[in-house]
């Protein structure tokens, strides 16, 4: 069994994201070890790009505030290399194609590989581009995540039954941004996946909230917080750590009452 699949073997995971460097690369290190210790299942480090247009405005003003500051990518495995001598939490590396090509796909991925990175997602390839970067992790022991967005069945059953590691269900950016009601679509989306027998299916939410966690549960086998602790991150900077702690054991806690 993979790390991967080891985050969805005890229950209903819960996977924070954060923007790496945001306040600080001090910060993000820590964040990992406290977010492991209040019961994260696996954690996102979003590697920040300048046009990450798959985002709101949170993960946008985390990306620039933490370029700003001069984060790179080769920071960032440092980083993870300390990480790793700590913590064995699986963690999934989340960036865009153009921070790939411009490090060389084959060494980046190769480098997430061997500082202990366990999956890679890239928002802006659709399933078809996939190829240029699945046999390189395929190549390297590394999880290339798949991605679903609102689509024709057929399409998100072609998906599901291709995907490694497991499947990340987003809703539209609108239905995303909302802090009211459960996106249904969600929903469906994730049963259309588990009908497949395809990996585990987690499903992404920006900011949500306990409530919603354990709705959205019932139909997927995790819940990826996408702007949460990113959010926390903006408002508390330097002293996010046990806001972050106190959120990840929240929605932990609210997904153990579904399992």
């Known amino acids: 069994m993979t790390k991967i699949q080891n985050a969805f073997a005890a229950g209903k995971a819960f996977i924070p994201f954060i923007t790496c460097g945001d306040p600080s690369l001090e910060i993000t290190e820590e964040l990992v070890y406290a977010m492991d210790e209040a019961g994260a299942d696996l954690i996102e480090l979003g590697i920040p790009f300048s046009d990450p247009t798959a985002e709101g405005p949170i993960i946008e003003a985390a990306d620039f ?42 060494r980046f991925i190769r480098t997430a590989a061997e500082i202990g990175a366990d999956a890679l997602i890239f928002p ?61 679509e969600l929903e469906e989306m994730a049963k259309l996946v588990k009908a497949e027998k395809a990996p585990p299916c987690a499903v992404s939410f920006d900011l949500p909230t306990v409530e919603q966690a354990a709705a959205l549960s019932e139909s997927a086998d995790g819940i990826i917080a996408g702007a949460a602790v990113v959010k926390i991150c903006e408002t508390y900077g330097a002293d996010c750590i046990p806001y972050a702690a106190d959120y990840v054991r929240s929605m932990k806690k609210a997904l153990t009452g579904n399992r």
Do not use: W
């Not at 960032?76 to 290399?81: A, K």
């Open 124 to 184: 802006d390839i659709p399933f078809e581009e996939k190829e240029e970067f699945a046999p390189i992790c395929k190549a390297h022991g590394i999880e290339l995540i798949s991605l679903v967005a609102p689509a024709p069945c057929e399409r998100i059953k072609t998906i599901a039954k291709e995907a490694a590691g497991f499947v990340c269900c987003t809703a539209s950016l609108e239905e995303n941004h909302a802090r009211s009601g459960i996106v249904t």
């Open 65 to 106: 505030r933490a370029l700003s500051d001069g984060v790179t990518t080769d920071q960032i495995f440092d980083m993870v290399r300390r990480i790793r001598t700590k913590t064995e939490i699986p963690l999934a590396f989340t960036t865009y194609a153009n921070v790939a090509f411009s490090y060389g796909a084959e």
